[in-house]
Nanobody
C-alpha cells in the first residue's frame, strides 16, 4: 500500500504565498498522474492542478497564473506553489496520485488512485 502525506498548509494574508508538498511512500513501482484538489465547507471538491508523469500540467481557470504544480519523480513528491492567494482559495487541499504497485499482499501489481488526508489552507482578507 501507499501513503500520501501533505504538508505546508497554514494561515496567510491575501496576496501571500504558500508552498504545499506531498510525498508518496510505500510499495510503488511508478506514479502516473498526480494532482491537487481542494474542498471548502459546503462546497464540492474541485480540481486545482494536475501533472502527468512527463511533466505536462493542467490548471483550473481560477488558479491559472497564480499556482504552479511540479513534481520530483526521484522523491515521489508533488508540490504546489501558491502565489497571490485570495480568500476564496481557503480550503482543505488534498494530494492525489495514480499509483502502480502492490496494494495488498494477496494481489499482484495493480493501478489505483491514492489520496492524502489533506492540509488546511486559510487566506484572510
Amino acid at each position: 500500500q501507499v501513503q500520501l502525506m501533505e504538508s505546508g498548509g497554514g494561515l496567510v494574508q491575501a496576496g501571500g504565498s504558500l508552498r504545499l508538498s506531498c510525498v508518496a511512500s510505500g510499495s510503488i513501482f511508478s506514479i502516473n498522474d498526480m494532482g491537487w484538489y481542494r474542498q471548502a465547507p459546503g462546497k464540492q471538491r474541485e480540481l486545482v492542478a494536475t501533472i502527468t508523469s512527463g511533466g505536462r500540467t493542467n490548471y483550473a481557470d481560477s488558479v491559472q497564473g497564480r499556482f504552479t504544480i511540479s513534481r520530483d519523480n526521484a522523491e515521489n513528491t508533488v508540490r504546489l506553489q501558491m502565489n497571490s492567494l485570495k480568500p476564496e482559495d481557503t480550503a482543505v487541499y488534498s494530494c492525489n496520485a495514480n499509483i502502480k504497485g502492490y496494494r495488498a499482499k494477496e494481489q499482484g501489481v495493480v493501478v489505483y488512485d491514492a489520496w492524502g488526508q489533506g492540509t488546511q489552507v486559510t487566506v484572510s482578507s
